[in-house]
């Protein structure tokens, strides 16, 4: 609903009758069901079984119509994912609603469908990290907004549930997964709950297979450990346990996060020097927390040497940042031009083209996609209004003759290549590429097929 929509509703609205809005209320809950839980969840008395049953069966046929011999493809994990996502926003509703206990219920279903997506789903679109980046998320959102709201002893209850669903089987191999959960509802813990948690979770030490899975819940383990005493208050007996485990660069993590969250901005710091000295794997991590340390304490000189060596070490993500706090002290025109000569002899092919184009430096750029092939289709767009034969030919040449193995799939990538050119390019020399083609492999049916289809929409 755009704003204007939404200001003739207010409108509508506020015209109205109580007698004609209560009139239509009960008209559209009697044909529309999902309207008639939504109003009796906010003015009566939901039933929240049937509900949560509902949900359940929803997703379950979902899952089914998208399974294929007990594995869901790649279409498939994206149309269940927006399902899940669907019923996130729905319990959501509900938690705002005041009915918590079953917000976090709906909550779980979605965790326990994701979970059993992990082994049977082609998960590459990234659809089913976003569901549970959402979904944990949301229940962080709800533990963190109800603590003060209810009892302990309801939020022992709360616990329970997670803890029913932490101990699945479905999250054997998927220790980040499983803990996560917990580490989410961390508000709600209680002294009682603690040891309910701990329990679990070393019964889940005990049963996990032997190797990389015991080490990794292990770790996550320690983690939920040092969380669960920063939740309950417990400084001391925190730092105490996060000092003694510090050389497993998780626990340092969480013990620096620790010391930002309490404004103890010089020990974080030592912590992520300390760290990049004796651990250069998790260097951009350190490199991440030194730039949010010295940013919140309005050191800018060590900001920009931090950026600046992430930036040299090809994380182009640091160009943008540097650049700004440069322009803040007027020092970037100045410097600009030297640094982008280091960054050409420094970057990676890919990363330096990323940051000419950015400035549209279109005349470096196309050197540097003549000596790079493999960067022409990316950036052809944007250099063909300054180099329109030059780019016609390269993408020709690199692109759309780039299939190295003749068949079906490789002449729909070519027509696919083609018709993208247009977008930009001159459809007349589209035309006469596919001609070209055609004509110069006579013998190959596929081809012309599939490139005649392009040509049809050119023409």
Request: charged share 25%; hydrophobic share 35%; proline share 3%.
């Amino acid at each position: 609903m755009n704003s204007g929509e939404k200001q003739s509703l207010i409108k509508a609205v506020n015209e109205a009758s109580p007698e004609w809005l209560r009139q239509f209320i009960i008209n559209q809950a009697q044909f529309d069901p999902t309207f008639f839980r939504d109003v009796t969840a906010q003015f009566g008395d939901l039933d929240t079984d049937t509900e949560l049953a509902q949900t359940k069966k929803l997703i379950q046929n979902t899952v089914r119509k998208n399974k294929s011999y007990g594995f869901i493809d790649y279409q498939g994990c994206i149309v269940i994912c927006n399902v899940l996502d669907d019923v996130i926003n729905k319990y959501m509703l509900r938690f705002r609603q005041g009915h918590y206990h079953h917000a976090m219920n709906g909550l779980l279903l979605v965790v326990e469908t994701a979970a059993k997506m992990l082994s049977d789903a082609d998960s590459s679109s990234g659809a089913l990290t976003d569901t549970f980046d959402r979904v944990f998320s949301s229940m962080k959102n709800l533990s963190t907004n109800i603590a003060d709201e209810i009892l302990d002893s309801q939020k022992e209850i709360v616990i329970k549930d997670v803890v029913r669903v932490f101990k699945r089987k479905i999250f054997s191999d998927w220790p980040e997964q499983r803990y996560q959960m917990l580490y989410n509802v961390l508000p709600l813990i209680t002294q009682k709950s603690t040891k309910i948690i701990q329990t679990a979770s070393r019964n889940v030490i005990k049963s996990a297979g032997d190797g990389y899975e015991t080490t990794q819940a292990e770790i996550y383990d320690k983690i939920l450990h040092s969380r669960v005493l920063i939740q309950l208050g417990q400084q001391s007996a925190a730092t105490e346990f996060m000092e003694a485990n510090k050389d497993i660069p998780e626990i340092r993590e969480v013990e620096i996060q620790n010391a930002i969250q309490n404004k103890n901005y010089v020990r974080a710091e030592e912590l992520c020097l300390e760290a990049s000295k004796q651990d250069q794997g998790w260097r951009r991590i350190w490199e991440r927390y030194l730039i949010k340390i010295y940013d919140a304490t309005d050191q800018q000189q060590k900001q920009e040497a931090v950026l600046e060596n992430r930036l040299f070490a090809n994380s182009p993500d640091a160009y943008e940042p540097l650049k700004k706090l440069r322009q803040q002290d007027q020092t970037w025109e100045d410097q600009y031009p030297a640094l982008l000569n280091q960054l050409a002899h420094t970057l990676t092919p890919e990363n330096y083209a990323f940051i000419l184009d950015k400035e549209h430096e279109f005349e470096k750029l196309m050197q540097l996609v003549m000596q790079h092939p493999e960067l022409t289709e990316t950036y052809s767009k944007d250099l063909y209004g300054n180099y329109p034969d030059v780019i016609s030919k390269l993408y020709y040449q690199n692109v759309i003759l780039d299939e190295k193995h003749p068949g079906r799939q490789a002449y729909r990538r070519m027509g696919r290549r083609i018709k993208n050119y247009t977008s930009f390019g001159s459809a007349r020399t589209a035309i006469k590429w596919i001609d070209g083609l055609i004509e110069q492999y006579p013998a190959r049916p596929a081809l012309a097929e599939e490139l005649n289809k392009v040509k049809s929409k050119l023409e």
